[in-house]
């Protein structure tokens, strides 16, 4: 059964605003680090930002934070990345990530092994 969806990509102009959405099973949710990683064609893979389930601690990269805003809804077990004022260098696929290695503290890194990853979703940012 399914364990981890993403929904809410798309093109957006400079300026504008998205939200992520991230519908997972309860195994893949509770008091797990849960996030999202972006890749852009030909730049590596990084993290975005993430949220504790358990308490609601998030991290941000640098390059979003302030713009971005990660939270939870437990009713649905779906977290979600509101981003607004995107930028072109926001231009990427975005994963959503559950943490596999049981992390309390959540991190935007480790090895794509130590992350149940989702299929992506694109996001567009055009000038």
């Known amino acids: 059964h399914v364990q981890l969806v993403e929904s809410g990509g798309g093109s957006v102009e400079t300026g504008g605003s998205l939200r992520l959405s991230c519908a997972l099973s309860q195994l893949r949710y509770n008091n797990k680090c849960v996030g999202w990683f972006r890749q852009a064609p030909g730049k590596k893979r990084e993290g975005v930002a993430m949220i504790y389930t358990g308490d609601g601690a998030t991290t941000y990269s640098d390059p979003v934070k302030g713009r971005f805003a990660i939270s939870q809804d437990n009713a649905d077990n779906t977290v979600y990345l509101q981003m607004n004022s995107l930028k072109v260098d926001d231009t990427a696929t975005y994963f959503c990530?559950?943490?596999?290695?049981?992390?309390?503290?959540?991190?935007?890194?480790?090895?794509?092994?130590?992350?149940?990853w989702g299929q992506g979703t694109q996001v567009t940012v055009s000038l």
């Open positions: 990530v559950s943490d596999l290695q049981g992390r309390k503290k959540c991190t935007l890194g480790g090895p794509p092994i130590s992350w149940y």
